[in-house]
């Protein structure tokens, strides 16, 4: 494939995951992020487990799990009024991400380098 396709097929993918890296791009997400890895329960928590182990409060929290749940990251288990909140590691969300990351790795290595020249300072 030429460079060009490739660079369109590039675009393609970025536009396919963008909301992903938005969504954890926030710093109030990446922390909530942490929280709910350093729980260590893959059933799902609630939303007020994490308000409680973070200073969001139990809106906030909401609101940025619909974030990460649109984006892919999380997902939403209903158990009757119940919802329990767990990431969705086997969903299309990651898996479009790192295949995204690997492409644009794969078609930056093909690129010529220019060794020996030093770095433009900026």
């Given at each position: 494939?030429?460079?060009?396709?490739?660079?369109?097929?590039?675009?393609?993918?970025f536009a396919g995951c963008r909301k992903i890296p938005a969504a954890m791009g926030d710093r109030n997400r990446?922390?909530?992020?942490?929280?709910?890895?350093?729980?260590?329960?893959?059933?799902?928590?609630?939303?007020?487990?994490?308000?409680?182990?973070?200073?969001?409060?139990?809106?906030?929290?909401?609101?940025?799990?619909?974030?990460?749940?649109?984006?892919?990251?999380?997902?939403?288990?209903?158990?009757?009024?119940?919802?329990?909140?767990?990431?969705?590691?086997a969903g299309e969300g990651m898996a479009s991400l790192l295949r995204m990351l690997t492409h644009a790795a794969?078609?930056?290595?093909?690129?010529?380098?220019?060794?020996?020249?030093?770095?433009?300072?900026?």
């Amino acid at each position: 494939m030429e460079l060009s396709q490739e660079i369109q097929v590039l675009a393609q993918e970025f536009a396919g995951c963008r909301k992903i890296p938005a969504a954890m791009g926030d710093r109030n997400r990446q922390h909530l992020i942490l929280e709910m890895l350093g729980m260590g329960r893959c059933e799902g928590v609630r939303v007020g487990e994490i308000a409680a182990r973070t200073h969001l409060s139990r809106p906030t929290v909401s609101h940025h799990l619909r974030i990460l749940r649109e984006a892919g990251i999380v997902r939403v288990r209903r158990e009757g009024t119940r919802n329990y909140y767990c990431f969705d590691a086997a969903g299309e969300g990651m898996a479009s991400l790192l295949r995204m990351l690997t492409h644009a790795a794969e078609v930056m290595s093909r690129l010529p380098s220019r060794e020996g020249e030093e770095e433009e300072s900026e």
